[in-house]
């Protein structure tokens, strides 16, 4: 046990439906898996989403805003996820509104989930938009993972979010490329990865592949980080892994599945070639 | 003695007032550690005084502009009597802390003639990229050194620079002048306004390698030169 205090993210994308609850999720179980105890808390209020993803909907009682108003105890409020020893789930509130709380009062609740639990890592799901929500979901963190689609819209809103952590002193978030469909890069009907890093200009510390068996996770309540042989699953623990400061190199990405490799994997000698996402 | 590195803040009189002029690169921290150092040595002249705030081209937040009051008005019992800002977001942000924003019928005529004069041949560098939704706005010359993102605008009363990609909005001579450029590494513009003529880039996205060109207007239109061709030509 050390005594290192915790670190907090935000997951943040401005545009909707870009993945940022499932990759929260997901990233929460990858680094729960890991051995740290994790906390991920869902910052939409009103839209509650993330306790249906990770398949907890039956067990929240209390909510995040009743703990700021006091309502109920921080531990009371803190779900335990059913697979995972050391990953809570901090629910976000169904009927309240966004300006029920203010950007402060998340950043204290944001100390206590370090101080008082103790949790290595906090993950915010932040709604979409730049409005008050926003702000509240980014007040508590240190750093910020911003999730784009190899989309034009979904690219200008993580731009104009980027130049936002800017004005609040968040100076460098790292990338997340969500959705990547190689089929389609290689027919140019796709920006690859280096044309959105061209345009963003900041570390992209993960892709996930397009990937069916991820909506079928989200379906179940499931994260896919669970599932062994899928290559999204490989995908975000190796994204769990830079995040603790392992160097796992990013190549290969873009790499079409050939008849060769195909071979090669069949004949069981595709140890890094094909995992390496 | 330690030699101090150039102050994140100015202090000046200017005619009848005091301006408080905060720098374009220092970053905010320091301007907050600047203005208390500096504002704690001239308290005695200047509380209960009404100073101008000048911004400069600083894109300052809501959360920035509360905490200039909170120094200001609560520490050292300065009233802000306007703020001179060049950036729209900024503007925005001032007017919903409520403080005025300078108009011209507000400050000195002479003193606008003063500026005026000195800010059409000024230029600003900004190293930085502009993303979407930020904006660059100054009455004289612009340079970028960095890219300009789609979604991302500059403006200026002089010449546009950019030493990056430019592929959002640009505007050179907004008060008119006809002779004003605009000049980038890459030249994949949304739009192109030099004076009052607009240019779209065209609707077929054909993605080239880009190389450095100056948009310049010619016979009423704007056209796009290869900028080595341009040197050449001319010299």
Redesign the interface.
């Known amino acids: 046990m050390d005594n290192m205090p915790g670190k907090s993210f935000v997951v943040t994308s401005g545009k909707g439906g870009v993945g940022k609850t499932t990759i929260t999720s997901n990233l929460g179980m990858a680094l729960a898996l890991r051995n740290k105890k994790v906390c991920v808390v869902d910052a939409d209020i009103g839209l509650r989403n993330l306790d249906v993803i990770m398949g907890l909907e039956t067990r929240v009682v209390f909510d995040l805003v009743q703990v700021i108003d006091g309502e109920c105890r921080l531990k009371q409020a803190l779900i335990k996820h059913k697979r995972a020893e050391g990953l809570f789930l901090l629910p976000a509130s169904q009927t309240r509104s966004k300006e029920a709380i203010s950007p402060e009062q998340m950043k204290a609740l944001i100390g206590k989930l370090k101080e008082e639990e103790q949790f290595d890592y906090i993950l915010v799901d932040c709604p979409a938009g730049i409005e008050h929500g926003f702000k509240n979901a980014i007040a508590g963190a240190d750093e910020a993972l911003i999730v784009t689609t190899p989309e034009?819209s979904a690219i200008?809103?993580a731009?104009?979010i980027?130049?936002?952590l800017?004005?609040?002193?968040m100076y460098d978030p790292k990338l997340i490329i969500n959705r990547l469909s190689l089929e389609m890069v290689k027919r140019k009907d796709m920006m690859d990865k280096e044309d959105i890093i061209d345009?963003l200009?900041i570390e992209l510390i993960g892709v996930i592949l397009e990937d069916e068996q991820i909506i079928v996770s989200t379906n179940v309540g499931e994260p896919i980080v669970l599932t062994d042989n899928s290559k999204s699953s490989a995908a975000f623990k190796r994204i769990a892994r830079r995040i603790e400061g392992e160097t796992v190199p990013i190549f290969g990405e873009t790499e079409q599945e050939g008849l060769f490799a195909r071979l090669k994997k069949l004949l069981g000698f595709d140890r890094k070639e094909q995992q390496n996402v | 003695m330690l030699r101090r590195k150039p102050g994140a803040i100015e202090i000046k009189g200017l005619g009848n007032d005091v301006f408080i002029i905060l720098s374009n690169e220092a970053s905010f921290s320091d301007i907050e550690s600047d203005l208390i150092n500096r504002l704690e040595k001239s308290k005695s002249f200047l509380a209960g005084i009404k100073i101008v705030l000048d911004t400069k081209d600083r894109i300052l937040s809501l959360e920035e502009l509360e905490k200039l009051r909170t120094i200001l008005s609560e520490k050292f019992d300065i009233k802000i009597a306007f703020v001179r800002a060049n950036s729209n977001e900024t503007k925005e942000a001032v007017e919903q802390i409520g403080w005025k924003i300078e108009t011209l019928n507000q400050e000195s005529g002479k003193m606008a003639d003063e500026m005026a004069d000195e800010e059409e041949t000024r230029t600003i560098i900004i190293r930085q990229t502009i993303r979407s939704g930020q904006k660059v706005s100054y009455p004289g010359n612009v340079v970028i050194i960095g890219d300009v993102n789609p979604g991302g605008e500059i403006e200026a009363a002089g010449d546009i620079v950019v030493f990056g990609k430019l592929r959002g909005v640009a505007h050179a001579g907004i008060n008119g002048d006809n002779s004003s450029e605009i000049i980038a590494l890459g030249l994949a513009p949304l739009q192109l306004r030099i004076a009052g003529i607009i240019r779209r880039s065209p609707d077929s996205d054909s993605i080239t390698d880009h190389v450095p060109e100056v948009a310049k207007i010619k016979d009423g239109n704007i056209v796009i030169e290869n900028l080595d061709k341009f040197r050449r030509g001319d010299g």
């Not at chain 1, 800017?166 to 002193?169: L, M, N, S, T």
């Open positions: 034009v200008r809103d731009d104009r980027i130049g936002l800017q004005a609040a002193e345009i200009a």
